[in-house]
């Protein structure tokens, strides 16, 4: 049998259980009524904020991929950290090794040997030795006609190949009472000293003149800072060497990335203070609009502090509205201008959606303040009698 206590008991769980139910479902319908009777002003508000969160998350979606290509894009104008020897001497044998454990295997060291050898006649022309893979990779922009593949195969520049061979005919090198026989396999134009260079194979040329590497080329990917980082820490292995920077790759790769993201987050801040204008002139004339429904409130004895909450929350769940649609809408715009600008996916980056989504917020709750410091100005007596 059940008592009457334990029916007691059992009728105050459920109550308890039920309790927060009215309040969610009233909150609900009151916000649903508002947006209803007032349409248009909830539809301006709610389409500042999609915009506002839509143009977030597109910049912030566009600064991560853009920044990652712009990088991808200078690692093709060559290397930005050069490793030379000091004083005319050869790096370690164990200096390339060094640099791959330190940068990490994604990272492209191409190591570089140089010669003074003399042609058949007699002039003088600088040989370098070098991984063709590697230079290749490296120096994308380098106009070559032709890689070499065999070992006795030479890429000339074309001033190097009026020294040695005008008709591009195999031609003789000799260093140091050694000579050797090689076919030019495609010429060289970069309107730079390589057009004055003749580049062999890395280990052709080391059994022709004995020369070790005396230079390695890297691409470092990474940010300034952490481009930086590596040079002081490649410095500390390599102590017989120079490991320094190139300044006109490092300072334009780092302007481009500076002037990008202070246009993407000038556009950014523009927009969403225009969004926010938007929200605030649409809360104003919500509070100018609903000044009886308020005041009915407070006479009902609703304190400050919840009709204050109540409409907060109306601004909050704007701005929540506002950034899931507005999330999804800027991650296809981001694709579209990826596509069309720079001709390559731009990758969703749904990490952003937890900023966007307290952006939106934030941005709604600033914009409610001034609405709600005349909301408590609000006096039932005198809104009720018509005043």
């Known amino acids: 049998m ?4 334990e029916m007691l008991l059992s009728s105050k769980q459920v109550a308890d259980r039920r309790a927060p139910g009215p309040h969610v ?7 649903l009524r508002a947006a209803v009777l007032r349409r248009r002003r909830a539809a301006s508000a709610l389409l500042a ?25 200078f690692r093709n104008y060559g290397a930005n950290v050069v490793i030379v020897a000091k004083d005319g ?15 990490g295997a994604k990272t492209l060291a191409v190591p570089f040997s140089y010669a003074v050898a ?64 090689l076919t030019p396999a495609g010429m060289l134009q970069t309107g730079a000293g390589e057009d004055s260079r003749i580049y062999l194979d890395q280990s052709e040329f080391r059994q022709w003149t004995g020369v070790a590497p005396s230079t390695i080329e890297i691409a470092a990917n990474g940010t300034t800072a952490e481009v930086d980082a590596s040079i002081r820490q490649l410095a500390q292995l390599l102590p017989a060497a120079d490991v320094r920077p190139v300044r006109q790759i490092m300072e334009g790769e780092a302007n481009v990335l500076t002037k990008t993201r202070a246009t993407l987050y000038a556009s950014a801040t523009l927009v969403i ?49 506002g950034a899931i649609f507005g999330f999804f809408i800027g ?32 941005v709604a709750l600033i914009s409610a303040i001034l609405p709600i410091v005349l909301l408590r100005r609000v006096q039932p007596a005198i809104i009720l009698r018509g005043e």
């Open 273 to 321: 203070l225009t969004s926010a204008l938007c929200v605030l002139a649409t809360l104003m004339g919500w509070v100018f609009d609903r000044r009886r429904d308020f005041a009915i409130m407070k006479a009902l004895g609703a304190s400050e502090r919840l009709v204050n909450g109540f409409f907060a929350a109306e601004a909050a769940a704007l701005g929540v509205i």
């Open 89 to 103: 001497q050869t790096l370690p044998t164990d200096a390339l090794t060094k640099v791959e454990s330190v940068l």
């Open 49 to 73: 904020m999609i915009v506002a969160a839509a143009v977030a998350t597109a910049m912030m979606n566009l600064y991560v991929d853009v920044q990652a290509k712009l990088r991808s894009e």
């Open 25 to 31: 479902s009233m909150f609900a319908r009151m916000l």
């Open 331 to 362: 991650i296809g715009v981001a694709a579209w201008i990826g596509r069309v600008n720079f001709h390559a996916p731009v990758v969703p980056r749904f990490s952003v959606f937890p900023y966007v989504l307290a952006g939106s917020i934030t």
């Open 2 to 5: 059940i008592t009457a206590s």
């Open 118 to 181: 003399r042609s058949k006649d007699g002039q003088s022309v600088v040989v370098v030795g070098t991984d063709f893979a590697r230079a290749r990779q490296l120096n994308h922009w380098w106009k070559v006609n032709h890689w070499p593949e065999a070992p006795d195969d030479a890429l000339v520049g074309m001033r190097a190949a009026t020294v040695v061979s005008n008709k591009r005919q195999p031609f003789e090198l000799s260093f140091q009472g050694k000579t050797i026989q």
